[in-house]
Nanobody, 122 residues
Framework: QLTLVESGGGLVQPGGSLRLSCTASGFNSAYYSIGWFRQAPGKEREGVSCIGPSTTDYADSVKGRFTISRDNSKNTVYLQMNSLKPEDTAVFYC?????????????????WGQGTQVTVSS
């Protein structure tokens, strides 16, 4: 069974940091592009960051604050989030795609995790 499991979410104060993890099982995620998406209450899901075999991409809203990385030996992708803002509050999902034409086209991702809640509040 092919699955993705996110972890690392929680409650953090504005300006704080969190590191999210996305661990794959049942397949070698090194051969996939892994994207991070988020969905806030009442808002559409949006792409946040993506990592391919040799490339990374970030949405403008998180550039300079978030860093995506991968550890293929652990079949895990990380999203380091610094300088968090209240508007970053959302459920964060990771997803895997074998081939991507559009980085943040959700319908191109075949596998999705269950999501992890990130709340930024004082």
């Amino acid at each position: 069974q092919l699955t993705l499991v996110e972890s690392g979410g929680g409650l953090v104060q504005p300006g704080g940091s969190l590191r999210l993890s996305c661990t794959a099982s049942g397949f070698n995620s090194a051969y996939y592009s892994i994207g991070w998406f988020r969905q806030a209450p009442g808002k559409e899901r949006e792409g946040v960051s993506c990592i391919g075999p040799s490339t990374t991409d970030y949405a403008d809203s998180v550039k300079g604050r978030f860093t995506i990385s991968r550890d293929n030996s652990k079949n895990t992708v990380y999203l380091q989030m610094n300088s968090l803002k209240p508007e970053d509050t959302a459920v964060f999902y990771c997803a895997a795609a074998r081939f991507l034409q559009y980085v943040y086209a959700a319908n191109e991702y075949a596998y999705w995790g269950q999501g992890t809640q990130v709340t930024v509040s004082s």
